[in-house]
């Protein structure tokens, strides 16, 4: 296991968000479009995470994503060779081996180098020499460099995996994170709203669950968020814990089986008159 640098700080915190989920492997497999064996190897150090894994993680875990984004940034530069130092060279025969894979031998000499390659290196040595050249450079790397296309993650294309545990009136008053309506690539944002104190509400569609959900940032503990559909009978209610501070939240889920019209969000801020009420739309 990779210990003391960005690779192992990221792979480190990557469990401690998923055990706070307390998903098993197979069931964070079925609420994002990563496998069950491909999450073994992310958390586990043995292959690189795509960026995308990063941020399914985060949006089951309720986890805003920055934090663990910039980590990820600085390890993608040890794992691409990016974060060795300008002028390096591949050691001397018989010297000390480099910690990034040198181009392939049957490149053309007066042609282009090759790319490093990227290659996940489990042993400690090699991938700490990498992750301490990315230590050195890679706040430099992250502030100089403009926007850059994703990579693709090492080996073949996964194919998504979609099995929600529920779908329109069975979704109605289940947490769209449990019933996995809520992974990557399934939900859209409808309407987005600001309101006092930093509060800030979206409003999810999740069309694989046909199932709508309100999802809410920056609240203080006693506030109170309400959601209401057409036909509905009672609004689904989420009233904001101490313990919960900090992080996403959501109400409990309202079928939408004719998508997200009508679907309308209340906050009734903590302590407040009835008259402080804000709804959107």
């Known amino acids: 296991m990779i210990t003391d640098t960005e690779c192992g700080q990221l792979a480190a915190e990557l469990r401690r968000l998923r055990e ?24 586990n150090g043995k292959q690189p995470p795509p960026r995308k894994a990063v941020e399914a993680l985060c949006a089951v875990a309720h986890e805003p994503p920055a934090r663990l984004l910039a980590l990820w940034e600085l390890a993608d530069s040890a794992w691409s060779g990016r974060a060795r130092p300008a002028g390096s060279a591949p050691a001397a025969p018989g010297g000390p081996a480099p910690a990034v894979a040198a181009p392939a031998a049957s ?137 919960a501070l900090g992080t996403y939240v959501s109400t409990p889920m309202a079928a939408a089986a004719k998508g997200p019209a009508g679907a309308r969000m209340c906050l009734l801020p903590a302590g407040a008159a009835e008259a402080a009420r804000v709804c959107f739309p």
């Open 107 to 243: 490149a053309a000499v007066d042609g282009p180098p090759a790319p490093p390659a990227r290659r996940w290196r489990p042993a400690a040595a090699a991938a700490g020499a990498v992750c301490a050249a990315a230590l050195a450079a890679g706040a430099a790397l992250l502030a100089l460099r403009g926007p850059e296309p994703e990579r693709a993650a090492a080996g073949p294309e996964e194919k998504p995996i979609r099995n929600p545990g529920c779908a329109a009136e069975s979704c109605t008053g289940q947490d769209p994170t449990r019933m996995g309506c809520g992974g990557a690539g399934m939900v859209d944002t409808v309407l987005a709203a600001d309101a006092a104190g930093g509060r800030h509400l979206e409003l999810r569609h999740g069309g694989m669950c046909r199932a709508v959900w309100v999802r809410a940032s920056g609240l203080a503990a006693g506030d109170r968020v309400e959601l209401s559909v057409p036909g509905g009978a009672q609004p689904q209610v989420l009233l904001m814990s101490e313990g």
């Open 20 to 43: 706070r989920t307390g998903l098993s492997l197979a069931a964070l497999a079925r609420r994002t479009p990563y496998s069950k064996s491909s999450w073994e190897r992310y958390l």
